[in-house]
């Protein structure tokens, strides 16, 4: 693994049920971050967690969980999906050290809820 | 509100010049970053500006101007290969990322 990871590369899911993106990073990243992005508009930041054991909400948490139980990986979960989920999921990460935190990113899930 | 404003898209012709601005207002300032993501990818760091002025990086330039609440991205010696679109994206006082929406930069040669 080199960088970021994510998975599955792209879903297509029937609304109400539960789903899982997974992301893993192998920087040794303190912080990650999950995304939405939607055409037209910028990316939105769902979850987030400076560093594990701590996870805090963003922009758009509703409908969204996550847990971030050791460094490396740092799952969302969808509940119970609705179309309005329909997106690109980014997931990202930075060093979480110093003010500057230049954020990388995954490949992206592309989620298609019916 | 928290509000980034960033053209939708631009054409520009290889081997010339274009500037993408990008207009902020957030709560708080800690930097301004510009990401390029090519269709259907993810995106990648370019430029981090903190402080007034221009930072350049190969054909590559940023600016920032704090007091007017504006950074510009310029590309030079167009190439087919730059054809993306550049997200500009604030740091606020939280320390978070504010997004626009991106400019997608069509380059005919």
């Known amino acids: 693994i080199a960088g970021i990871t994510q998975a599955p590369t792209s879903q297509i899911l029937a609304a109400g049920r539960r789903m899982t993106l997974r992301c893993t990073q192998d920087?040794?990243?303190?912080?990650m971050y999950w995304y939405r992005q939607d055409l037209g508009l910028g990316l939105r930041l769902i979850h987030y967690s400076n560093t594990a054991g701590t996870t805090g909400k963003g922009e758009v948490p509703d409908g969204y969980s996550v847990s971030r139980a050791n460094t490396d990986d740092f799952p969302l979960t969808l509940a119970s999906a609705v179309p309005s989920q329909t997106s690109v999921y980014f997931c990202?990460?930075?060093?979480?050290?110093?003010?500057?935190?230049?954020?990388?990113f995954g490949p992206g899930t592309r989620l298609l809820v019916l | 509100g928290q509000n980034i404003d960033q053209p939708t898209e631009m054409t520009a012709t290889e081997g010339a010049i274009v500037q993408i601005n990008c207009t902020y207002q957030t709560s708080g300032f800690n930097g301004l970053f510009w990401y390029q993501q090519h269709a259907g990818e993810a995106p990648t760091f370019l430029s981090y500006n903190v402080l007034d002025g221009l930072e350049e990086k190969g054909r590559f330039s940023s600016f920032l101007s704090r007091s007017k609440g504006y950074s510009y991205l310029l590309l030079k010696e167009l190439q087919m290969k730059d054809s993306a679109s550049y997200l500009c994206?604030?740091?606020?006082?939280?320390?978070?990322?504010?997004w626009g929406a991106g400019t997608k930069l069509i380059i005919k040669p």
């Open positions: 920087m040794r990243h303190n912080a």
């Open positions: 994206a604030v740091e606020d006082s939280n320390y978070q990322l504010i």
């Open positions: 990202a990460s930075s060093p979480g050290t110093s003010d500057q935190e230049t954020q990388y």
